[in-house]
């Protein structure tokens, strides 16, 4: 640890979930890339909001909503300081990021795609940024195209990426960290490309915000999209970073109250965004629940979390590189915070569950990368994700089970 590190002991404390037995076994909870954790800043938000503030927004004069209301907005200024927007009119919350990827596809999607137009994925998309984009196509007659994947590193081939955006791309949705292969795409770099070509730009964000400082204007990304719960906030909300002159001439996604500004009996005159794509009752609570998260990561500083996790994942690649036969997936260099690999004669779900047995929480299964998962050739993986929470300590006895438990298999 340098003298600019955080004490990472002391910010685990702040986890009470963590100080627990599972099976009779300390909890090692390496699940992350699937939820994290809630610090007790965050969890206190939330209950001092439903104690003291609990009203609905945008609707009241009275005290309690002109306090729901404020929190509410300040909650989406802070977004807008997270993601160096320029406006917080660009910043839309949702259910999450698979909701803020459908709102896309379904709205500026289906207003501009047509018969033969060309939408860019990688090999590497969750189902979340995959599945919308097929029903999108099916729906406007546009095809989809992938940027391939180079073997079991997952890192992807740009040597064509020009020539591809050049021949009737219109959009270009990819991820920016892997999460089964742990790979962190050049998304900058991506997005001037596609910008180049007047290819639109959608980024899935939904691994990286808790990690890795996001600066949308040096992205230079169209939309970007991530969930709340991944990054020490609740379940329930998302967020969608939109460019304010995109967001202008979007349809609504869904109607009701709150995305209007006038009704009559036959015709509808549409709010301003962001409130045009927030029909309803937002997550109050997840946002002043997500303000406290964001606070409390920015207290700590992405770049210092990302550096950290990259330690960790290194170190737990290179203990589980001793087991013979292992088959590890991603990149060698420059990996983001998880690990996905197989034993040799054991499934993912076995060991998962032995594993779960002493106190190990790993994810198994393929990740909502189905696709992905049989161009590898393996029907699930194992995976293990970290946090800034997480100790080598704690890899270290996760090993000394595996160890235990892939000898069973022998």
């Known amino acids: 640890m340098t003298s600019n590190s955080p004490d990472w002991s002391a910010l685990r404390k702040d986890f009470p979930i963590l100080d627990q037995a599972v099976n009779g076994q300390p909890l090692i909870y390496f699940d992350n890339a699937a939820t994290s954790q809630k610090p007790r800043q965050v969890i ?70 047509k018969p033969g137009d060309t939408i860019l994925l990688s090999e590497l998309e969750h189902h979340s940024n995959l599945v919308p984009w097929q029903m999108v196509a099916q729906r406007t007659g546009a095809r989809l195209a992938f940027i391939p994947i180079t073997g079991d590193e997952g890192t992807l081939d740009f040597s064509r990426l020009d020539e591809t955006l050049a021949r009737g791309v219109k ?63 609740p379940t329930g909300l998302g967020v969608l970073y939109g460019r304010r002159e995109l967001l202008e001439e979007l349809p609504p996604y869904q109607g009701g109250g709150e995305m209007i500004s006038k009704v009559e009996y036959f015709h509808t005159l549409y709010n301003v965004p962001p409130h045009r794509f927030e029909a309803g009752t937002p997550h109050i609570a997840g946002a002043v629940g997500l303000h406290a998260a964001m606070d409390y990561l920015e207290a700590i500083g992405r770049d210092r979390i ?50 779960d047995q002493r106190g190990v929480a790993l ?44 000898k069973l298999f022998a």
């Open 44 to 113: 206190e938000a939330l209950v001092r909001y439903y104690e003291h503030d609990n009203a609905n927004v945008h609707r009241g004069i009275h005290e309690l909503s002109n306090r729901a209301t404020g929190a509410y907005e300040a909650a989406r200024e802070r977004v807008a300081r997270f993601l160096n927007a320029r406006h917080p009119q660009e910043i839309l919350f949702t259910r999450g990021t698979t909701e803020g990827i459908n709102l896309v596809a379904n709205t500026w999607g289906l207003a501009h795609l």
């Open 306 to 355: 990302f550096a950290h996790d990259q330690e960790l994942v290194g170190y737990a690649v290179e203990r589980l590189r001793q087991f013979a036969g292992i088959r590890i997936f991603g990149p060698r260099q420059g990996r983001a915070g998880l690990v996905s690999f197989v034993l040799p004669n054991a499934h993912a779900l076995d060991v998962a569950t032995m594993v």
């Open 171 to 233: 959009l270009l949705a990819i991820t920016h960290i892997s999460n089964s292969m742990a790979v962190v795409n050049p998304i900058a770099d991506l997005c001037a490309r596609a910008r180049k070509h007047g290819v639109v730009s959608v980024i899935d964000a939904a691994q990286s915000a808790g990690h890795l400082p996001l600066d949308t204007q040096a992205i230079g990304c169209d939309f970007l999209a991530f969930s709340s719960h991944k990054i020490c906030g």
């Open 363 to 406: 994810r198994a299964g393929h990740h909502c990368n189905q696709p992905l998962m049989t161009k590898l050739g393996v029907p699930a993986t194992l995976r293990a994700s970290f946090y800034f929470y997480n100790t080598k300590e704690e890899v270290d006895r996760f090993i000394e089970i595996l160890d235990r438990v892939r």
